[in-house]
Every structure is written in structure tokens, then in C-alpha cells.
């Protein structure tokens, strides 16, 4: 038997409705909605497009989004000194910085300055801080999405072994601080990344498995536990393959290409007892956390007053 999908665009609806009636509130209670602004140095088209999918998400739930573009020759202290006027603009509730930044500009740096009350993308000293101390305020996008996909299976996590693969700091490091986050109800995680040794012992050892590398293909069938729970982080594009196992070519020369995780799909689906697909799992919910982290940036500058 095939495992049960974890749908996350049908979660992400409700995360949509949810955001759109407290935007509602905070409008009638304080006269103003969340504001967010993103920061965008010089041309990235991949960059473009989530910040149209940023833009659209925005005015579906009631936020204000202001884009401000800088050109591509600006310099690392032109955008510190762009960044602390934000800092200190009342009507900014949110800060995001669209990546990939200019070689000549020291990102993580950057990415530092932003104040942690406006942080809404949880990457500040600060905020990942809290996450540690198992209080997180505003916490990274992609690891609240992915636990929110694992919490609506239902599942009590309590004591389960848990496997991450990946140890990024926007997805790795902060899920396995969210599995430790209770003191008598966490999971037990097992952290992986290029220097493990026998990939496949600890994956088939979890009973929920979390993937978050990058790399398509990376899990395959027969490194899963029956019945685990698979949560796969991954977005790859890949070109499409012909019935002679060659790439698809279009018509105008270009290759198909396709989404994937990093989990083969069709084999993890008949190990599994729950897993999510790519695309439409992990995806359609990172830019609803983003959204909700702005609210929740918003009420955090309010009690501040």
C-alpha cells in the first residue's frame, strides 16, 4: 500500500485564510496592516520570480510589500547604511533580503544588520538564539514549513527517531532544534552531511526521515524504513527523460526540465507511510511561514512600544 500524501498545498490554503483574518485584526486594532520589504542588489531573474510569488502572497493575506530595488554596483555599506534606515522605519514590520547578493557583498554579514524584530526570515543571531533556548520568536522559513507538513500527519513525535540530511543553517540546523524544542516531548534527531559515513545506516534506522541537500536522487527506496514518515526539503530541476533514456528535447532546442526532491519519489512512495512531493509539499508553505513571521514581527514591534 502506497503511503498517504502530505498535501501541502491544501495546508497551505489554510495557513492563507488563517494569516488573511489576523491581518484583518491587526488592521482594525491598530489602524495599519504588516508592512514587508525586500531588498533586491542588481538583476537575478530566479530572484524576480520569487519576489513576484512574495508580492501576490502578500496582497492575497492583506500585507503591504514594498520591493526596493538597488543596483548591482551598489556597495557593501551603501546597503548597511539602505538597511539601518528600514531598521528604524516605524511602518516596516518585516525585512528580506532577496539572494543571491552581489560576489562583492558579504551576505551573512549583511543578513546580521537586519534588526531581530524585523528578521522574517529567523537567520539573525538573536532569533536563532531563542530557536536554541527552544523559544523562537521568528524562526527560518523552510524548517517551519517542513515541521508543519510533519505536525499535520498527526503523528506524536515524542521519542521518535528522526533523521535530517542536510545541516544548513536556513533548514538542517534549525528543524533539529524545533525536534528538541520540548523538554519531555522532543524526538531524537540524528543530524547528517557530506562527512557522514553510511548515509544509508541512519536512514534506515528513522522512523521520520528529513531531506534538505539539494542533490536529486540522494534517498533511494531501499534506504527507507518501512513506514516512515519522509519529508523531503529538496528542489532540483532536472531535464525530463525520453523512453531511450536520453534528454527531451523541445521543439525550440531547449531541454524539458522538471522538478524533484531529493527522495526518489516512486520508490520512497511504496516504504512510506506518509511523504510529501516535490513540487507541492515543502514549497507551497515556506513563503505562508514568511508571511506569518511578518505578522508575528508586526506584534512583537507593537508590544515593544
Not at 36 to 53: F, M, T, W
Not at 198 to 206: P, Y
Not at 214 to 238: E, F, S
Amino acid at each position: 500500500m502506497g503511503a498517504k500524501i502530505i498535501d501541502g498545498k491544501s495546508l497551505a490554503v489554510k495557513f492563507r485564510q488563517e494569516i488573511g483574518k489576523e491581518v484583518e485584526n491587526l488592521k482594525h486594532r491598530y489602524g495599519m496592516a504588516p508592512l514587508l520589504a525586500a531588498i533586491q542588489v542588481g538583476e537575478n531573474p530566479a530572484s524576480r520570480v520569487y519576489v513576484s510569488s512574495q508580492r501576490k502572497s502578500c496582497e492575497e493575506v492583506g500585507i503591504e510589500y514594498q520591493l526596493h530595488e538597488l543596483p548591482e554596483k551598489t556597495n557593501e555599506e551603501e546597503l548597511l547604511r539602505f538597511l539601518e534606515k528600514l531598521n528604524r522605519n516605524g511602518k516596516v514590520s518585516g525585512i528580506i533580503l532577496e539572494m543571491p547578493l552581489p560576489q562583492h557583498i558579504n551576505a551573512r554579514r549583511v543578513q546580521m544588520s537586519i534588526t531581530p524584530a524585523k528578521d522574517v526570515e529567523g537567520m539573525s543571531p538573536s532569533n536563532m538564539g531563542m530557536l536554541v533556548y527552544g523559544s523562537p520568536r521568528l524562526a527560518p522559513c523552510t524548517a517551519m514549513a517542513a515541521m508543519e507538513l510533519l505536525k499535520s500527519t498527526g503523528v506524536d513525535i515524542k521519542g521518535k527517531e528522526v533523521t535530517v540530511v542536510g545541516h544548513s543553517e536556513i533548514v538542517g540546523k534549525p528543524i533539529a532544534l524545533f525536534l528538541l524544542s520540548s523538554v519531555l516531548e522532543s524526538a531524537t534527531p540524528t543530524v547528517c552531511h557530506i562527512a557522514t559515513r553510511d548515509l544509508a545506516s541512519h536512514t534506515r534506522n528513522a522512523e521520520i526521515l528529513i531531506v534538505a541537500v539539494g542533490k536529486a536522487g540522494l534517498i533511494k527506496g531501499d534506504m527507507i524504513k518501512d513506514g516512515a514518515i519522509v519529508i523531503d526539503v529538496g528542489i532540483n530541476r532536472v531535464p525530463v527523460l525520453g523512453e531511450n533514456g536520453k534528454p527531451v528535447v523541445d521543439i525550440d532546442g531547449k531541454t524539458r526540465m522538471k522538478i524533484v526532491g531529493d527522495v526518489v519519489f516512486e520508490e520512497a512512495v511504496e516504504k512510506a507511510s506518509y511523504i510529501t512531493p516535490v513540487p507541492g509539499g515543502v514549497g507551497p508553505l515556506t513563503v505562508l511561514m514568511l508571511l506569518r513571521n511578518t505578522v508575528n514581527a508586526f506584534k512583537w514591534q507593537r508590544e515593544k512600544e
